[in-house]
């Protein structure tokens, strides 16, 4: 689920299935495409692979080699038929948004390494920027493993607490205008430090809740946008799995940890040149929820030229 395929140089296009009706045309982003004697063929050099061309063509004249047709689900069949805008339902898609709520507690329960790869692949239906889809995904099957990034990054944490402790150290760095290590001691030293008393001593996890899984989202270098890309797909992967019967919840300290110590994601088996934007812990949850909750009041801000 994590091999970054290299984009297909263009189009397949059918001549004999070709009406010459120019739809793809309107819809390439990169000019692809042009007519020549009535027919759509490839005449520019660069393609993103969208696959709007083979979406829009009335005929099915077109594929796009390298991309599914559709994707494959394990754990549901999926409706593949095409939705237009205005035909989905609003309030049913606002009223999962709603009720997708960050899970702390968890049941044992063991998840089904299909349902975590189906959820990849729902993950990678998320837009992404010149259509790179240079996202990738390591899943934490189970809870020995998630134990396993849990203690290392627990160990990152206890290390940063050590030199957080030294009031010398955080007044000299600030002087320095390194205020970075005096701001976490303010914010967080007293909270890590309970949490990795509770994890030594009492075998609480505070970081991943007890969570049986995770699945850790990534990027390849060089997307145009790779922390937007990924961060889509991860709420592709939030919403889906409540629809799924599972809890979730973004482990950002787990985030941190990666991005400042590269041993953690060498340990997991993931290239030092990849990118770690989210952790997701996921489980069935152990919390009964009963309604809905509210947001802060937003005014939105409008420029009219």
């Known amino acids: 689920m994590t091999d970054h395929h290299p984009r297909p140089q263009g189009p397949n296009i059918d001549q004999e299935k ?39 063509c009335p005929t099915q004249a077109i594929t796009v080699p390298g991309l599914e047709p559709e994707p494959v689900f394990q754990t549901f069949t999926a409706d593949n038929r095409y939705l237009a805008p205005g035909q989905g339902d609003p309030a049913q898609l606002v009223r999962i948004m709603l009720s997708r709520r960050s899970c702390r507690n968890y049941l044992t329960r063991a998840l089904d390494p299909q349902l975590l790869e189906d959820l990849v692949r729902i993950g990678t239906t998320a837009p992404s920027g010149t259509n790179s889809q240079a996202w990738t995904f390591t899943i934490l099957p189970n809870r020995p493993a998630v134990e396993r990034l849990g203690s290392l990054v627990a160990a990152y944490f206890a290390k940063l607490n050590r030199l957080a402790a030294n009031p010398v150290l955080r007044t000299l760095l600030r002087l320095m205008g390194k205020p970075a290590l005096a701001n976490y001691h303010r914010r967080y030293h007293a909270t890590i430090a ?112």
Not at 34 to 39: E, F, M, N, T, Y
Not at 268 to 291: C, F, K, T
């Open 18 to 56: 070709c009406t010459g009706c120019g739809l793809c045309l309107a819809v390439c982003p990169d000019r692809t495409l042009s007519l020549l004697g009535g027919k759509a063929v490839v005449s520019g050099e660069r393609c993103l692979a969208c696959g709007h061309c083979r979406a829009v």
């Open 194 to 305: 309970q949490g990795l008393r509770e994890w030594e001593e009492q075998g609480r996890d505070r970081l991943f809740h007890g969570a049986p899984a995770a699945i850790i989202v990534g990027s390849h270098p060089g997307a145009s946008c790779p922390a937007e890309d990924a961060l889509l797909a991860t709420q592709n992967i939030l919403l889906a799995a409540h629809t799924m019967g599972l809890g979730s919840c973004l482990i950002g300290f787990a985030v941190a940890a990666m991005a400042k110590n590269p041993t953690i994601q060498r340990t997991l088996g993931i290239p030092d040149d990849e990118a770690i934007h989210a952790v997701i812990a996921l489980g069935y949850p152990a919390e009964p929820y009963q309604r809905l909750t509210g947001r802060k009041p937003l005014t939105p801000r409008y420029f009219t030229g």
